[in-house]
Antibody
Framework: QVQLQESGPGLVKPSETLSLTCTVS????????WSWIRQPPGKGLEWIGY???????NYNPSLKSRVTISADTSKNQFSLKLTSVTAADTAVYYC???????????WGQGTLVTVSS | EIVLTQSPGTLSLSPGERATLSCRAS???????LAWYQQKPGQAPRLLIY???TRATGIPDRFSGSGSGTDFTLTVSRLEPEDFAVYYC?????????FGQGTKLEIK
């Protein structure tokens, strides 16, 4: 059973860079698509982007200029960097994996990141 | 970008009743790439249905999905107390992946 766990700072200052890591256990990131998704408090879900095991990436155009997703296969982790954050980036950030034509069948528990000085 | 519009925004029903949730896409989708999720407070979303109509592992058969093209439906045949939650549809056939805004299923 694949398990995902997000980690990173819970508080980031405006204009700084948000950095999160997702550690995967029970499966290898050397297959499938690995995504980041966020949810502002009390609001809906927004897909941020994914990395494929080959290293190719795809980002939401609404965030593309500020987002980088990378992977470290030796650690079985993938990471999110979001630059120049504002209060609008305050959200619970989830990592998730797509099964074969299945949508997101495994999710991390989510981590709340607050942007505030 | 494919916009998904869910209706109603809130659905008030009693346990034992039937729930019908709608998801309409701004352009035709391949049914293979439409999913439904359930989210309870403080929890990550849980995959219920993928490919528009296939139940994910461990999902009770009171949950069913149907539809094609631009109109999709999630039906809960007999509501159990644990089914009251927020439900999202999502398309994953065309990047950027998008979610509907959600339907809150609340106890009447």
């Amino acid at each position: 059973q694949v398990q995902l766990q997000e980690s990173g700072p819970g508080l980031v200052k405006p204009s700084e860079t948000l950095s999160l890591t997702c550690t995967v256990s029970g499966g290898s990131i050397s297959s499938y698509y690995w995504s980041w998704i966020r949810q502002p408090p009390g609001k809906g879900l927004e897909w941020i982007g994914y990395i494929y095991y080959s290293g190719s990436t795809n980002y939401n155009p609404s965030l593309k200029s500020r987002v980088t997703i990378s992977a470290d296969t030796s650690k079985n982790q993938f990471s999110l960097k979001l630059t120049s954050v504002t209060a609008a980036d305050t959200a619970v950030y989830y990592c998730a994996v797509e099964g074969d034509y299945m949508g997101f069948d495994h999710w991390g528990q989510g981590t709340l990141v607050t942007v505030s000085s | 970008e494919i916009v998904l519009t869910q209706s109603p925004g809130t659905l008030s029903l009693s346990p034992g009743e039937r729930a019908t949730l709608s998801c309409r896409a701004s352009q035709s989708l391949s049914s293979r790439y439409l999913a439904w999720y359930q989210q309870k407070p403080g929890q990550a979303p849980r995959l219920l249905i993928y490919g528009a109509s296939t139940r994910a592992t461990g999902i009770p058969d009171r949950f069913s999905g149907s539809g094609s093209g631009t109109d999709f439906t999630l039906t809960v045949s007999r509501l159990e107390p644990e089914d009251f939650a927020v439900y999202y549809c999502q398309q994953y056939g065309s990047a950027p992946y998008t979610f509907g805004q959600g339907t809150k299923l609340e106890i009447k």
